[in-house]
């Protein structure tokens, strides 16, 4: 029986290691097609066994960066090695959604991120790093890729309901590629629907754009997944300082040298502090109430490709600049005063110089997994999208008008109120008893996020804790009132 055509694919030519323990060869990325095909792409991988701290995690994110250029060049030799037909006005069963992937990866995805090279040339910016759009269009093409795995040799009329469930059924059975369970020791986590919905919805985007260019003359509909449960977790107040606190006193772990002649091998904590750039990136996503990805891109200046703050008009453009608007709305939004002096200052003083969150000076990607650890620390569960909750939540609970609410926040009132609503200050009230809410002060005196709009709360929260506080102790608990009495008698 003849093998399967298994199809061009990634292989990583394991490194080796030379005789004093040292890396003789790196690890190397390779293109392997059928007929002996075996072609290296230039991008390598570094071993993480033995590492710890920083260095463990400089190598991961240089593993993660280079597979990335490597699903890349991937994708560019299957498009070199197959041309799709551009016939125009041909039927779904004429047409391989490997073909639909290919045109719309190149054609779109390829493009732009061209486009926001040449702009970023001509505006003379040098990234030392692989800018944000590379590393983006890296992942999509190789969600992209993982579609063409499933779908080879079908076409457009075998995308209906029943395939679309077989493919989440196969994705959900599978491990994501990004897990390494070798190195950390921990249980790889397998792909969920929602992360099969988010491919699917690559593929309904590029059906979709392959027949807007007239190519398909019947429309095929992509099924996908049911949404997961929208998550309405969000920090309170005093979760908030906690956080902050933590990402602020986080210290980094380091190994003492093994020639050190009294510590070698032993475990210390080191003067770097790993977190302090995430107090930023929380501070602005309270405040704001902006998504992740905005935040970790915005730039001091108007770059393409990029997010920025107006630090002279106190203004945060959260639309990338030369991008178009999309359904995930990003108006501008005025910085709270509070806030735009602590930027300010961080300007001024170099702890931010281009963008407002960086790491060693260079501009942050994500900040998903030091914002997990930072969670972890503090006792929390979440995400960072969880800042864009407790903005929403805490401008309600301050009585906020919900389309004030809304346009700064950049979602409609409708979503506001179905999500948030429950949380508004005079949310059913005169319902429940007759209970009406103390009115707040006027937004002229002090903004939304001014302790005069929780002070009562934090002073019960503060007396209870100090009750708590005396009776643990066993102490009688003494005021003014009490004292009077006590002479008085």
């Known amino acids: ?20 323990g040292g890396t003789e060869r790196l690890a190397q990325w390779h293109i392997k097609d059928d007929g002996g095909v075996r072609k290296p792409v230039g991008c390598f991988a570094r071993d993480v066994r033995g590492l710890k701290g920083a260095a463990k995690g400089e190598a991961l994110a240089f593993n993660e960066a280079e597979e990335a250029k490597a699903a890349q060049a991937l994708a560019a030799y299957i498009t070199a090695k197959h041309t799709p037909s551009v016939q125009k006005g041909r039927g779904a069963g004429e047409i391989l959604v490997v073909d639909v992937l290919l045109m719309w990866g190149e054609r779109v995805v390829q493009k732009k991120v061209e486009d926001l090279r040449a702009e970023d040339a001509k505006a003379g910016i040098a990234h030392e790093k692989p800018a944000i759009y590379e590393a983006r269009a890296g992942r999509c093409m190789a969600r992209l890729l993982q579609l063409g795995e499933w779908w080879q040799g079908k076409t457009l009329a075998d995308v209906d309901g029943d395939s679309c469930d077989a493919y989440v059924a196969w994705r959900c059975g599978q491990a994501w590629k990004s897990a390494r369970p070798e190195d950390t020791g921990n249980e790889a986590r397998t792909v969920s629907p929602q992360g099969a919905r988010r491919e699917l919805e690559d593929m309904r985007a590029a059906i979709n754009w392959h027949r807007g260019r007239g190519y398909c003359r019947e429309i095929v509909e992509v099924a996908l997944p049911v949404k997961g449960k929208r998550k309405e977790n969000h920090l309170e107040r005093p979760e908030a300082a906690r956080l902050l606190l933590g990402m602020w006193r986080k210290r980094a772990v380091m190994t003492v040298r093994k020639d050190s002649p009294t510590r070698a091998g032993q475990v210390v904590l080191s003067r770097k502090r790993p977190h302090r750039h995430l107090c930023r990136f929380t501070l602005l996503g309270i405040y704001t109430g902006t998504r992740a990805g905005a935040i970790a891109t915005a730039a001091f ?11 002279d008009t106190g203004m945060f453009h959260r639309l990338a600049v030369g991008q178009a608007a999309t359904n995930k709305r990003q108006p501008p939004v005025r910085i709270p005063d509070r806030l735009l002096a602590h930027i300010r ?19 942050v990607e994500q900040v998903n997994k030091g914002f997990g650890v930072a969670l972890a620390d503090a006792g929390l569960k979440g995400t960072p999208h969880m800042l864009r909750h407790t903005c929403a939540t805490w401008l309600l609970q301050r009585g906020l008008k919900s389309w004030d609410a809304a346009n700064y926040l950049g979602m409609s009132e409708k979503i506001l109120l179905e999500v948030y609503g429950h949380w508004a200050a005079d949310y059913q009230a005169g319902i429940a008893g007759g209970r009406k809410k ?20 934090d002073l019960r929260i503060a007396a209870a804790n100090r009750d708590a506080r005396l009776t643990r102790l066993g102490l009688v608990h003494r005021s003014l009132a009490t004292v009077a009495k006590a002479k008085a008698a």
């Not at 200046?301 to 630090?311: C, E, K, T, V």
């Not at 960086?358 to 501009?363: F, S």
């Not at 103390?438 to 709360?457: N, Q």
Request: aromatic share 10%.
């Open 1 to 20: 029986m003849p093998r399967r055509n298994s199809g061009p694919r990634l292989w990583l030519r394991p490194g080796e290691v030379a005789k004093d």
């Open 301 to 311: 200046d108007p770059i393409p490709g990029r997010s920025w703050l107006d630090l």
């Open 345 to 363: 200052r961080w300007k001024r003083l170099g702890v931010s110089r281009d963008y407002v969150v960086e790491y060693n000076g260079q501009p």
């Open 438 to 457: 103390r009115l707040l002060p006027p937004p002229e005196l002090h903004d939304a996020f001014s302790i005069h709009y929780h002070r009562d709360k």
